[in-house]
């Protein structure tokens, strides 16, 4: 099997040692990936460091149209693409294209921002000591960004990082997880057909225990991270004087009130709960439901949940398959055990196939128990009752996340009370917490991180005002 270089300043590179990338699935080798040294990787930064300045005086037109060809070379090659992120990660195909698909947007979305985000003007001769003066607004990127971005959306995760970055003129270095490299190292191909300066990106697949001396560089003063909150907490306790995003977990919250369409409830709650095994951090994890529709809307759930295809993620009809790895299936697997031990009853699932875990609900679940007030990366929900309104919007808030929630009602009146009292970044009304359109604005609060994504709001947190205030004018 051919080793894959990874891309230094733009130019495909080849280090000393090699990291092998396998499928979860059926344990077969997809790809190997050259590992850069510690030389290349500072000659990526020197390289990044050093274009910055080029890179922010970059004509729109040539951010923009870099951005639209990788969205149009991403679409030309969705199939491949998909197989490929199906292959290292264990997606079924179906989520697989639906990523790339969602790529190919996020970079068409980051080309229009690019020429939309511009400078404004404001007057200031609004008292008499500033007569004749106009303030003229720009916004500056900080300078290059180091990127490190999880395994459960290995392209598109990638692109909310990438694409941001580029629009505003910003280099970025990619430090993508070391089980899922191969979609970036794609990425980092396509991107290296623009006409992007040298220096502007590069994808450098080194281990973790490699990612501290990148994160300490003060020549990358932005970071940009998705991933654990052990994890991103510790990077922004590591580098306080640097500017760092954090998308961090969840233990994504979906309430079905009394007037909701139980059945559309149901479905929507049993695929988005498993979709991506789980692996997402707005996955469906605590249902909260009204007692008076509870047993009704538990019956459905659990044809909802016993009617979806588990298997092969290359069978098109798979809808649920493996999680990365066969550790993460056996740490699910123990917290789900612990959960029983302390009283929880399984009312569907509950067993492990090597690295697959079967959709699994709970009910009678302690409140301490990991699987309800941790985030459990995988396919597992806990079914807990709300007695009205209040308690299962409280119910929500009990929480140290704050993601996003899913509230299933009729009422808008009920939808604004959401709105105004759950304690998340994004409240969906009509469906569940996992629903994200990639040109909104993304995020949570509390322990779910700090900054948001989208491609605009992005754009604003890799960037920072100037103002130039001209004098003597005659407006």
Same mark, same amino acid.
């Given at each position: 099997?051919?080793?894959?270089?990874?891309?230094?300043?733009?130019?495909?590179?080849?280090?000393?040692?090699?990291?092998?990338?396998?499928?979860?699935?059926?344990g077969?080798v997809?790809?190997?990936?050259s590992?850069?040294?510690?030389?290349?990787?500072?000659?990526?930064?020197?390289?990044?460091?050093?274009?910055?300045?080029?890179?922010?005086?970059?004509?729109?037109?040539?951010?923009?149209?870099?951005?639209?060809?990788?969205?149009?070379?991403?679409?030309?090659?969705s199939?491949?693409?998909?197989?490929?992120?199906?292959?290292?990660?264990?997606?079924?195909?179906?989520?697989?294209?639906?990523?790339v698909g969602r790529?190919?947007?996020?970079?068409?979305?980051?080309?229009?921002?690019?020429r939309?985000?511009?400078?404004?003007?404001?007057?200031?001769?609004?008292?008499p000591?500033?007569?004749?003066?106009?303030?003229?607004?720009?916004?500056?990127?900080?300078?290059?960004?180091?990127?490190?971005?999880?395994?459960?959306?290995?392209?598109?995760?990638?692109?909310?990082?990438v694409?941001?970055?580029?629009?505003v003129?910003?280099?970025?270095?990619?430090?993508?997880?070391?089980?899922?490299?191969?979609?970036?190292?794609?990425?980092?191909?396509? &991107? =290296?057909?623009? *006409? %992007?300066?040298?220096?502007?990106?590069?994808?450098?697949?080194?281990? #973790?225990?490699? +990612? /501290?001396?990148?994160?300490?560089?003060?020549?990358?003063?932005?970071?940009?991270?998705?991933?654990?909150?052990?994890?991103?907490?510790?990077?922004?306790?590591?580098?306080?004087?640097?500017?760092?995003?954090l998308?961090?977990?969840?233990?994504?919250?979906?309430?079905? &009130? =009394?007037?909701a *369409? %139980?059945?559309?409830?149901?479905?929507?709650?049993?695929?988005?709960? #498993?979709?991506? +095994? /789980?692996?997402?951090?707005?996955?469906?994890?605590?249902v909260?439901?009204?007692?008076?529709?509870?047993?009704?809307?538990?019956?459905?759930?659990?044809?909802?949940?016993?009617?979806?295809?588990?298997?092969?993620?290359?069978?098109?009809?798979?809808?649920?398959?493996? &999680?990365?790895?066969? *550790?993460?299936?056996?740490?699910?697997?123990?917290?789900?055990?612990?959960?029983?031990?302390?009283?929880?009853?399984?009312?569907?699932?509950?067993?492990?196939?090597?690295?697959?875990?079967?959709?699994?609900?709970?009910?009678?679940?302690?409140?301490?128990?990991?699987?309800?007030?941790?985030?459990v990366?995988?396919?597992?929900?806990?079914?807990?009752?709300?007695?009205?309104?209040?308690?299962?919007?409280?119910?929500?808030?009990?929480?140290?996340?704050?993601?996003?929630?899913?509230?299933?009602?009729?009422?808008?009146?009920?939808?604004?009370?959401?709105?105004?009292?759950?304690?998340?970044?994004?409240?969906?009304?009509?469906?569940?917490?996992?629903?994200?359109?990639?040109?909104?604005?993304?995020?949570?609060?509390?322990?779910?991180?700090?900054?948001?994504?989208?491609?605009?709001?992005?754009?604003?947190?890799?960037?920072?005002?100037?103002?130039?205030?001209?004098?003597?004018?005659?407006?």
């Open positions: 099997m051919d080793v894959l270089p990874f891309w230094l300043a733009g130019r495909p590179a080849t280090g000393d040692s090699e990291l092998t990338v396998t499928n979860s699935h059926d077969r997809v790809g190997v990936a590992v850069p040294t510690e030389d290349q990787v500072e000659q990526a930064v020197a390289a990044a460091h050093a274009v910055r300045k080029q890179a922010a005086a970059l004509p729109v037109h040539v951010r923009a149209e870099a951005l639209a060809h990788v969205s149009r070379r991403l679409a030309e090659r199939e491949e693409i998909a197989r490929l992120i199906t292959a290292e990660n264990g997606k079924p195909i179906f989520w697989a294209r639906g990523e790529a190919v947007s996020t970079f068409r979305f980051a080309a229009e921002e690019a939309r985000f511009s400078g404004g003007v404001q007057r200031l001769d609004t008292e000591a500033a007569q004749g003066r106009l303030a003229y607004v720009t916004r500056v990127p900080y300078g290059p960004v180091l990127a490190i971005t999880p395994f459960n959306f290995p392209l598109n995760l990638v692109a909310h990082k694409a941001p970055s580029i629009a003129g910003a280099p970025i270095i990619v430090k993508p997880a070391p089980a899922t490299p191969l979609s970036s190292l794609l990425l980092g191909e396509i &991107l =290296a057909e623009t *006409d %992007l300066p040298e220096g502007m990106f590069s994808v450098l697949p080194v281990p #973790n225990d490699r +990612a /501290g001396a990148l994160v300490e560089d003060p020549r990358l003063p932005v970071i940009s991270f998705t991933g654990s909150g052990p994890v991103g907490f510790a990077i922004a306790d590591r580098v306080p004087r640097k500017h760092v995003t998308e961090l977990g969840g233990n994504a919250a979906a309430v079905v &009130l =009394a007037d *369409d %139980l059945d559309w409830a149901a479905s929507r709650i049993a695929l988005f709960s #498993n979709y991506q +095994a /789980g692996q997402s951090c707005i996955a469906v994890q605590r909260i439901v009204e007692d008076a529709i509870a047993d009704a809307f538990t019956d459905k759930l659990l044809e909802a949940v016993g009617s979806l295809v588990t298997g092969d993620p290359d069978d098109d009809k798979t809808q649920v398959g493996p &999680l990365v790895s066969e *550790d993460a299936a056996i740490r699910v697997e123990s917290w789900v055990g612990e959960a029983v031990a302390a009283g929880a009853r399984i009312l569907a699932g509950g067993t492990r196939d090597g690295a697959t875990f079967a959709p699994t609900v709970l009910a009678g679940v302690p409140a301490d128990a990991k699987v309800v007030c941790e985030e990366f995988g396919p597992v929900m806990v079914i807990q009752r709300a007695a009205s309104v209040d308690e299962a919007f409280a119910a929500v808030n009990d929480s140290k996340y704050g993601l996003q929630a899913g509230v299933f009602t009729r009422s808008l009146e009920a939808a604004f009370k959401a709105n105004r009292e759950l304690e998340v970044g994004g409240v969906i009304v009509g469906d569940v917490p996992s629903y994200r359109a990639d040109q909104m604005p993304y995020g949570g609060v509390k322990e779910s991180g700090v900054g948001r994504e989208g491609l605009h709001s992005a754009m604003e947190d890799l960037t920072y005002e100037k103002v130039m205030v001209l004098t003597g004018l005659s407006l």
